[in-house]
């Protein structure tokens, strides 16, 4: 599947971004506009949720109730607060996935598609190369540990075109805030989006953060304008909401 193509002429004078590698995409024709190392094997981090929850939907009734496993409560670093064996329907796990960036909502609902971790891992290498994704591999399903989880500024727009496709998956990374009802003794839970575009930048509407030691800095930004509808992504970057910003900019200010 052929998700972006490359601009029939080189395009100059985008700004200068502190990312390591980045792209800018028009999301309605795939056009890359503007890149950067953009095909260069990178550690994503919590970006790596994006396929996740594209799995999900595709597998997963979100009515459906989910049993947490035990693992998913020791998953390492950022979690909601899942409980061993509590029964949360899946919807609340994806809108944790993808709103809060819980890791265990990201183990909790692997487990609930595939039946463990290493056969999820599986699936999301076969849906990348289903979609043509040839600079992608991953080990992990929230992009909590790096270590041989990686992907491309290219891979990443390209996967988060196929993704914004679904309706659920577009309201959901456009959310910034979400107030969830939940069991006793918790009763609810707020979910704070940390996509900092969200309600600052006219017209952004996704997608998703990510930041460990090894990846840094990443984000995959989209906005709307007028009928346009962009993709950025930039990984590795010293100020990704900066970054992003720019290469938006520029994309908004082409012409047609």
Request: charged share 25%; proline share 5%; glycine share 8%.
């Amino acid at each position: 599947m052929r998700l972006l193509s490359a601009p029939k002429t080189p395009l100059h004078g985008a700004p200068r971004v502190t990312a390591s590698s980045a792209i800018l995409v028009d999301r309605n024709s795939g056009t890359v506009l503007w890149e950067k190392r953009a095909h260069a094997r990178r550690p994503i981090a919590s970006t790596t949720k994006i396929m996740t929850a594209t799995l999900v939907l595709e597998r997963l009734a979100l009515t459906q109730v989910v049993k947490v496993p035990p693992a998913a409560t020791r998953t390492p670093l950022v979690r909601e607060g899942l409980r061993r064996g509590e029964r949360v329907p899946a919807w609340k796990l994806f809108d944790g996935l993808l709103i809060f960036s819980g890791n265990d909502d990201a183990y909790a609902l692997a487990v609930a598609v595939a039946g463990s971790k290493p056969r999820f891992v599986k699936l999301m290498n076969a849906k990348a190369r289903e979609l043509g994704l040839r600079d992608t591999h991953f080990t992990s399903v929230s992009g909590v540990i790096d270590q041989g989880n990686y992907s491309s500024a290219w891979d990443l727009a390209a996967l988060s075109r196929y993704a914004l496709r679904d309706p659920r998956f577009r309201e959901t990374v456009a959310t910034k805030i979400a107030r969830v009802s939940w069991s006793p003794p918790t009763f609810a839970k707020v979910y704070i989006n940390k996509n900092q575009l969200l309600g600052s930048y006219r017209g952004a509407d996704g997608v998703k953060t990510g930041w460990t030691t090894l990846a840094g800095h990443c984000l995959v930004a989209s906005a709307h304008r007028g009928g346009r509808r962009l993709i950025a992504v930039v990984l590795h970057s010293v100020d990704p909401y900066r970054d992003a910003r720019r290469l938006l900019n520029f994309g908004f200010a082409l012409r047609r």
